[in-house]
């Protein structure tokens, strides 16, 4: 039941996260130790170059170098702290040349982008041929897949601003630069395919029971989403 205990501990964070940014940035370290003995779980070699693609704070990127990566961070907007390798870019026209990484790290971020296909499609391009991708998000119909407008998202993005009280013309410029764009489980799984990925893993993440792949009620059920893909050749 060591899970419990995980969650225990990520509800505390969770709750203090928008304190500061450090906060945020302790939050993100947590989340990123659980993801890195996932991978490990699945047999990912982490001694290796690895883009955090939307690397928000920096967490992920602190937890996935002190299991041996190279980590090289990349955001819109510099960390809270000062990361060793960061780029200050857009993830839909990475920086790299194609087949830069092994590994390409992308969480809670392909919910906030204008087109997840370009999203997906350039990490693809970055990958190495035989490489490996994780990429996780909140279900736009589960619980928390509102963001900050749960759980009135699920009346619609009308009545959610105006019950949440926001002061927003949409969902889409809610964060000002980024937005926050519907999406399902079915529909990165559709996306994956058509681009060319081989699916290894769907999962619910931080949890020992899978709802993820329960057709339809899965969308509802389950509050993050994560899949781990091999770039197909």
Known sequence: MGW????????????????????YYQFQIYQGTLIVRY????????????????????????ALRSAGAEVVSLDLFSPVVSLGSFVRGN???????????????CASLIEHVPNPHLLLQEIKR???PDGLAYISFPPFY????????????????????RLTGYKYKGFAMCFGDWGLYPLTIHKVHQMLKEIG???????????????????????????????LVHKSQ
């Open 4 to 23: 419990v205990q995980d969650w225990i501990t990520l509800l505390e964070l969770a709750r203090r996260r928008f304190r500061s940014s450090l906060d």
């Open 39 to 62: 991978l490990q779980k699945q047999g990912v070699n982490l001694n290796q170059r690895v883009l955090d693609l939307g690397c928000g704070e920096g967490g992920y990127s602190y």
């Open 91 to 105: 993830a839909l026209f990475i920086p790299f040349a194609s087949e830069s990484f092994p590994l390409v790290f």
């Open 126 to 128: 970055v990958l190495y």
């Open 142 to 161: 589960s619980p928390v897949g509102g963001h900050q407008f749960k759980p009135y998202h699920l009346l619609g993005e009308k009545w959610a601003i």
């Open 197 to 227: 990925f081989q699916i290894i893993d769907i999962s619910t993440r931080f949890l020992p029971f899978n709802t993820a792949c329960i057709p339809i009620i899965g969308e509802f059920l389950t509050w993050h989403v994560q899949f």
